[in-house]
């Protein structure tokens, strides 16, 4: 029977009606074994799906004493017949004819049958995927990586690979990780004793990306419309369920666009990944939402659907500064005009206030960073953040200023360094055209789709302050 | 007339007929303005597709002088009716009714009529995208990006976003770039006067990727497939035409897969992503191969076709070393059973003996990575590169050694620390099963399809060494 063909549990129960009756061979690991004298239950995971299969092995197979007292993690292969299940909630189950173990382990598997906490499947990131729960997440994750990149593909837009590797700081915040091949114990120095940059491998003092934005806005004035996903980098020392180091963004660009026309991007792009999530993960989001680790219940599917069919909240900074001086809450920070909006802000805005996503637009431009579009007033810029209910930003965006002279005006009253963002003034000087942007932390939006509350547990390998195993 | 809906170019020229006779707003950079008494040429692309749009403006429209002086690289917003053209590689022009620059150049744009060289380009990559070229060679890589993603979606892989900083050395070869936040100038030493990275950022020495394949690993032990699709990096120091610090690497990997599987894998991948560049960019590969900027003529369009309707030549490292020594040829490197193929071994192979690609199969153990498949024979591990014509490498792969006896002892003999890698040998302690995988270098196989010759003229934003501009 060996020259039978195995087939993937995604595809055995998608089609079960197709292989009722038949012998086939299915590959995985042991999710857990049930022994009794005249035959077992094993049930056994792929990863191509949710779906678990249980196999019922009786007692005169060749090979039974091994196979049933396969320990919870074992990789296996079994040669069966699928048949209809007794069980309610399966639809079929295999009949098992012979089975081979591939890859034993022993009792120091640390993937045992009862539950482990997050923390310690964090410890274990090279393992955790082999649970039901991170099988899951990552499914999605991968769901909605491909929803973004239809959703882009099919507007038109483009995929451009901004460098990770920069000389520019594009936020002009500071928070970034040094690059560099000197040798790490006697570095280059110059006749003054500093570290001599210019022997190091790029000739100057580079970093990683903390955006991808001002190399999409490069190409956004030549291809019109343009969207990056990659992963950025922020050197700030964080340690909260909602930041990582390392994170992957989306960060979306279009020529001849402005604010407006941005905020319905970023509202059609969560619309789109909530119903592909709906449409190909029903599986893992069903588990999820029924997880005790998650934020959220079974009713999470409606207000999901309620932001897919509804229209997305839109006020100015200073309208909501109004609700919240209005609410009546007390805040720990102050919410004065001019003031950052902090996360209980935001939460209240979403989660009390809306109970909905809102974009909030036309912030101080104190509060924001040195691209952004000047409004007429002096005071704010065009820019907008989207906040959802649970995760507070989702999406950061706006319309760039696309006046070479305002923009340099900015730059020198925030302090800037303006030589090495040449290239990028020179976007302004040559053919210049009004155009927006934003950027989505995708693993935030994959927090907010899973229910999940804790962001290391959305991306495969965390990085977080102390921590870079794997 | 400000209401008029703007169209895209590629809407424009895709669904022509459905235009005709209408007016519409255009928006984008002039390419050229020819200037006469009555009326002017005006030449317009958007970036959306190849196409540039005629547009033929007459003496009594309204901003006449202005827009029939403009100069190459200005934005303008044109109105006007689409008409039937009289010219025979277009089928429509425009009527231009009025018109707006919305923003100017000056005589010093770098991008001028007259044809620049992709050196100097280089130095202008932000303006660089801008040109019929690069427009086309982005698109393209777009289009590559996507076959890729839908490739293995339909396939069932998952995407997974593999760590980019990283304390393991995933191919043991020690080419990587330092990361840390300690002060540049003064690090925190400990008492032997060492640099102290246990107060680095994660406590310990990090550097960036040279792949994600370890980690895709524990996911494909998991997920059962999965592929990455990110970027990797290399501090050696070459300047070739052929490598990057920072490149793009698609790896997939396969649990209860076999070297053979993978090479079939690879084959199809490669044809699949030439099939979705005929469907999706035929013009630009039209437009790349007739440029003398590429390696390649109209010819390349059967030579693609071929691969991608033939079978892959498969043959062993020691079949190659017979054929080049019998070849007649003189190499400047040795071709010794155990000696590396180097460019011109690999060039002969696929350029002169098979005139196709070529996958070379079970190299010497001392040529490759540690984590490798052991072969009987002692001497040779289960390890592919796929080799193209024109380009040499684009793919290489293994079988892992999943037997964690071999495994660790071959690490013991290169001299490895095996202490970082506990949790990839724990793969192959718990649960292990035969996998197998491979690494496209994305640059590669944009070249290979363009026919652009230099690798970076396929990526937005080249870094190599003494190059970190934008």
Redesign the interface.
Known sequence: MTDLK?I?L?KLFDRSSDFIGNEVVV????RSVRKSKKFSFIVLN???SQDLLQIVADADIENYEALSTMLT???VSITGKVVESQGKNQTIEMQAVTGEI?????ES?PLQKKGTSLEHLRD????R??TNL??AV??V??AL??AT?NFF?EK?F???????????DGEGAGEM??????D??NPAKNDKG??DFTKD??????S?CVTGQ??GE??A?????VYTF??T?R?E?SNTKRHL??F?MIEPEV??ADLDDVADLAADYIKYMIDYAFTNCRKELEFLYKMPFTDVDASHFETLAAVRDGEFKKITYTEAIDILNASGQKFEFPTNWGDELQTEHEKYLTDVHFKSPVTVTDYPKTCKAFYMKQNDDGKTVRAMDVLVPGIGELIGGSQRE?DLDKLTKRMDEMGMEKEGYW??L?????????HSGFGLGFERAIMYITGMSNIRDV???P?T??????
Not at 27 to 30: R, S
Not at 124 to 127: N, S
Not at 158 to 168: C, D, E, G, M, Q
């Open positions: 195995r993937e995604k590959k995985g690991w042991v792929d990863g191509s993690g074992t990789c591939i890859g034993a382990v022993d598997y274990i990131a090279h393992l995927v082999r991170f099988g990552f499914r994750r991968h990586a491909m990149h593909n038109g483009f995929y451009l690979n901004s460098p990770i590797i920069t000389a520019v990780f040094n690059v560099s091949t000197l790490k114990q500093e570290v491998y790029f000739g100057k003092d580079v990683l001002l190399e490069c190409h004035l030549g291809l019109g419309k990659g992963p980098f050197s020392n180091a390392e992957w020529a001849f696309e290239w990028y020179e976007l302004r000087k040559f053919g210049s055209a009004p991306i495969a390998f990085r302050p102390g921590n870079c195993d794997f």
